[in-house]
């Protein structure tokens, strides 16, 4: 059957079919084409092509294996390095978009016979982190990067230190706890008939006079005060001036109406209205 004009719409219904992801019984590794129905497949491996693909790869089949799980590996750490880093995820649900690019290698292809299987690789080689909860299989990258490395490093030397400054810490607190240990002890060892007034026999105690002239004990004296006092540089307090209190409405109206009668009568007194004239003679 010949192919399908480029443009036509037969040929643009074949390529929108073989965009999407086949089935995996129909794929060739050997030839990396995948076939849409068995018939495709059957006509595939019976053409020219393939057959001298497969006598290539049936020359050195363990070469050929190593090749395609060495890429099968490298694509796989590669997707979980970028796309998760050192954080764990479960394996099942990356194998997913693993495999959703069509071009990627197919496991039946590696030494790998199944993802159980590939996973314990992992873990065995030490490529990355692999547990096994109730959920199933975790898997989460090991960054060995020289930078990754420098960087861990750095990580566990300001732990160390940190942990080094904690036990000098502790360290001298037990030392101190040990030596007011040894303090409480010493004291508790002292005889207590030593610490008893020890008098001979017949010696009678002095009694202690003490006389004091000028009325009565000496009262402890103020050192701020006398600072104060002798201080030269203090200035004199001034008058303090008190603040005038706030008057009401009525108030001022009331002291407006006596200013008012004052300014009155300041100006009666002042023109004599009441003084009789001087007679002019």
Same mark, same amino acid.
């Given at each position: 059957m010949p192919r399908a004009e480029a443009g036509s719409t037969k040929a643009i219904s074949n390529k929108i079919k073989a965009k999407g992801l086949g089935r995996l019984r129909w794929y060739c590794q050997a030839c990396s084409r995948q076939c849409r129905d068995e018939n495709g497949f059957r006509c595939h491996v019976q053409s020219e092509s393939h057959v001298r693909q497969v006598l290539l790869i049936g020359e050195d089949p363990k070469k050929y294996i190593e090749d395609y799980s060495k890429q099968f590996l490298d694509n796989f750490l590669n997707l979980l390095k970028t796309g998760h880093g050192e954080k764990k995820v479960h394996i099942n649900q990356f194998y997913q978009q693993v495999i959703a690019?069509?071009?990627? !290698?197919?496991? $039946? &292809?590696?030494?790998?016979?199944?993802?159980?299987?590939? &996973?314990?690789?992992?873990?065995?080689?030490?490529?990355?982190?692999?547990e096994e909860t109730e959920k199933g299989l975790f898997v989460s990258y090991i960054d060995?990067?020289?930078?990754?490395?420098?960087?861990?490093?750095?990580?566990?030397?300001?732990?160390?230190?940190?942990?080094?400054?904690?036990?000098?810490?502790?360290?001298? !607190?037990?030392?101190?706890?040990?030596?007011?240990?040894?303090?409480?002890?010493?004291?508790?060892?002292?005889?207590?008939?030593?610490?008893?007034?020890?008098?001979?026999?017949?010696?009678? &105690?002095?009694?202690?006079?003490?006389?004091?002239?000028?009325?009565?004990? $000496?009262?402890?004296?103020?050192?701020?005060? &006398?600072?104060?006092?002798?201080?030269?540089?203090?200035?004199?307090?001034?008058?303090?001036?008190?603040?005038?209190?706030?008057?009401?409405?009525?108030e001022r109206i009331m002291k407006q109406e006596m200013e008012a009668m004052e300014r009155k009568r300041m100006r009666g007194s002042a023109g004599f209205p009441d003084a009789k004239r001087p007679k002019i003679s």
């Amino acid at each position: 059957m010949p192919r399908a004009e480029a443009g036509s719409t037969k040929a643009i219904s074949n390529k929108i079919k073989a965009k999407g992801l086949g089935r995996l019984r129909w794929y060739c590794q050997a030839c990396s084409r995948q076939c849409r129905d068995e018939n495709g497949f059957r006509c595939h491996v019976q053409s020219e092509s393939h057959v001298r693909q497969v006598l290539l790869i049936g020359e050195d089949p363990k070469k050929y294996i190593e090749d395609y799980s060495k890429q099968f590996l490298d694509n796989f750490l590669n997707l979980l390095k970028t796309g998760h880093g050192e954080k764990k995820v479960h394996i099942n649900q990356f194998y997913q978009q693993v495999i959703a690019d069509k071009e990627h !290698i197919h496991m $039946n &292809a590696t030494k790998w016979k199944s993802l159980s299987q590939f &996973a314990a690789y992992l873990g065995r080689e030490g490529i990355c982190r692999v547990e096994e909860t109730e959920k199933g299989l975790f898997v989460s990258y090991i960054d060995r990067s020289p930078e990754a490395m420098r960087r861990q490093e750095a990580l566990l030397k300001k732990e160390r230190q940190d942990r080094g400054d904690e036990e000098q810490e502790q360290r001298q !607190i037990r030392e101190q706890i040990k030596r007011a240990q040894q303090s409480a002890k010493e004291e508790e060892e002292v005889d207590p008939e030593a610490r008893k007034l020890q008098r001979k026999e017949g010696e009678k &105690a002095a009694p202690k006079v003490s006389l004091s002239f000028g009325g009565g004990g $000496n009262k402890p004296k103020n050192v701020f005060a &006398a600072a104060v006092k002798k201080n030269p540089l203090a200035g004199k307090k001034g008058p303090v001036m008190e603040q005038p209190k706030k008057m009401t409405e009525q108030e001022r109206i009331m002291k407006q109406e006596m200013e008012a009668m004052e300014r009155k009568r300041m100006r009666g007194s002042a023109g004599f209205p009441d003084a009789k004239r001087p007679k002019i003679s």
